[in-house]
């Protein structure tokens, strides 16, 4: 039982919360829940978990689809630690505390002629979650949301805290950029923007034959590409997005098509299928030529374009392979869905993202397609996704693949060693920064260290 003796760390602390991923597929109720306000609080924290050797986990928003945030010692809800400290118009550059929102932060930017250069499908994040995890956009000239970062204040076990960039501790900065919470709790980041853009996108319908035989002028068409494509029929769409200096040309949002049938309607098909799943393939089909078979382009901020709607909770697994790899890839995974037994959902989204030099970036030292998979959950029910998962991982494997930290995979600590060169040096710095293991969760032992892995994934994946 930990005594909390500071009055400072009394107050801002809370008991028997349960914390729930997004998707609601994961919980834990930490013995202790702290909602810290600034960097001593931060380090009062630290030291009495030293002081009772407890695990310690800092969540953002709580968004990843797999247990990588989870503990069942202290929590540290970084949501308060959300200041943007100095904005630098002329260097282009803001600094930021870890808990800052990037959907605030892209308001704020934008009110100063600023943009971040690329984003993922959701803002609604914090920006130490995002870059813990290597989250990602689409664009194959563009790296993920770690390799914009160009500086980052980290508070350590071992040697308090450091102050990293390129020029500076460069090892602990090239191994933080995505860590998963691994080698400390990460107080500030600062990030490189751009000036503010706008992005033209232009987003059709194309079979999955046509763009895979077309794959390499595809891909560079555009500086963000990014298609869908629908399992049991060969319908995609595509999108594509350039920067333009063009009149804003926005489409109104339909009440009736985007809210009532693509989510409440939709929602209530999903649930039925779960009774009668070999209908699944008729919904995807109704559903691509209700929403999806006409051209759309639209001319709007950079930031209001990167994002869309991703719906309601569901499984999600994802991985990065080789970019060569893409179409043998899908050509795999549209021969075993076909020749099997199996209903699943669309999408199956395939985005490209440039190479990084960031130790664990799935993407590091190559450009990657990553290519995500979901099964939906209506009104969060659960429905079958293991035989999809396990197939769908093996075809990944089989093409060199390398899973995203935040989805939940069953990539064991052999393979990461194998597929990952800075994997080693990892191990070595985490084991140098965090001598007792104080943030390691059962996530990060099990994929790091292969402790407790396979009788995990035999029960849950
Ligand atoms: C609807 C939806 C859409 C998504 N779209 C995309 C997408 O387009 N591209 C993509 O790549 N991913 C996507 N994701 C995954 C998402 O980007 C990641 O899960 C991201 O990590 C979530 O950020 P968060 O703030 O919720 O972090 P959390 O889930 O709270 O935490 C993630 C990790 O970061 C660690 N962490 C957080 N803050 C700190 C800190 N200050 N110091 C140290 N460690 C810290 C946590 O311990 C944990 O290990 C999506 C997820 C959802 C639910």
């Known amino acids: 039982m930990i005594k909390i003796e500071d009055s400072r760390l009394r107050k801002i602390v809370k ?42 986990r800092a969540i953002g928003v709580g968004h990843s689809p797999s247990d990588v945030a989870c503990t069942e010692g202290i929590m540290i809800n970084m949501e308060k630690l959300n200041n ?48 813990s995890t290597s989250t990602h956009g689409t664009g194959i000239n563009f790296g993920n949301l770690s390799s914009q970062i160009i500086g980052l204040t980290l508070l350590t076990a071992s040697k308090g805290i450091i102050n990293c960039s390129a020029n500076e501790n460069e090892d602990v900065f090239k ?4 860590s998963m919470g691994a080698l400390g709790i990460i107080l500030k980041v600062q990030i490189q923007c751009e000036s503010a853009f706008k992005l033209e996108s232009n987003q ?16 560079y ?60 393939p008729l919904l995807t089909t109704l559903m691509f030529n209700y929403k999806f078979s006409q051209p759309k382009q639209v001319i709007n901020a950079s930031y209001k374009q990167f994002n869309f709607d991703c719906l309601f909770p569901h499984y999600t697994n994802e991985w990065a392979i080789p970019l060569e790899k893409t179409k043998e890839a899908l050509e795999k995974l549209y021969k075993w869905i076909n ?7 669309f999408p199956v989204e395939v985005r490209f993202v440039d190479k990084d030099d960031i130790w664990l970036s799935p993407a590091y030292n190559r450009k990657v397609c990553y290519i995500g998979i979901v099964m939906y959950r209506p009104y969060k029910k659960p429905v079958p996704y293991k035989r999809y998962w396990a197939a769908f991982e093996e075809i990944m494997r089989s093409c060199d693949g390398r899973a995203h930290w935040a989805k939940a995979h069953t ?19 985490q084991k140098s920064l965090d001598p007792n293991g104080m943030f390691l969760n059962l996530y990060l032992k099990r994929h790091l260290f292969g402790i407790g892995d396979k009788d995990y994934f035999k029960a849950k994946l």
């Open 84 to 131: 943007i400290i100095e904005i630098d118009v002329e260097k282009k550059t803001v600094v930021v505390e870890a808990g800052a929102r990037i959907d605030i932060l892209n308001e704020c930017l934008w009110k100063h002629g600023l943009a971040l250069r690329n984003l993922g499908s959701i803002s609604n994040l914090s920006i130490s979650g995002a870059i």
């Open 15 to 56: 008991t028997n919360i349960k914390f729930s991923n997004w998707a609601r597929t994961f919980e834990c109720i930490p013995e202790l829940y702290f909602e810290p306000e600034n960097d001593d609080d931060i380090i009062k924290i630290i030291k009495l978990a030293k002081q009772y050797n407890k695990n310690v």
């Open 175 to 178: 191994a933080s950029l995505c």
């Open 339 to 345: 020749d099997n037994d199996v209903f699943v959902h």
């Open 411 to 429: 990539m064991t600590a052999a393979e990461l060693e194998k597929s990952y060169p800075k994997y080693k040096g990892f191990i070595e710095l």
């Open 204 to 219: 059709y319908p194309m079979k999955l034959n046509d763009i895979l035989n077309d794959l390499d002028s595809i891909i």
């Open 221 to 280: 068409s555009a500086e963000h590409v990014r298609f869908w494509w629908f399992p049991h029929t060969e319908n995609c769409v595509i999108w594509k997005a350039d920067r333009t200096t063009g009149d804003l040309k926005i489409q109104q949002p339909s009440y009736f098509k985007d809210h009532i049938v693509s989510y409440h309607l939709y929602q209530f098909l999903l649930y039925i299928t779960r009774y009668f799943p070999s209908t699944v």
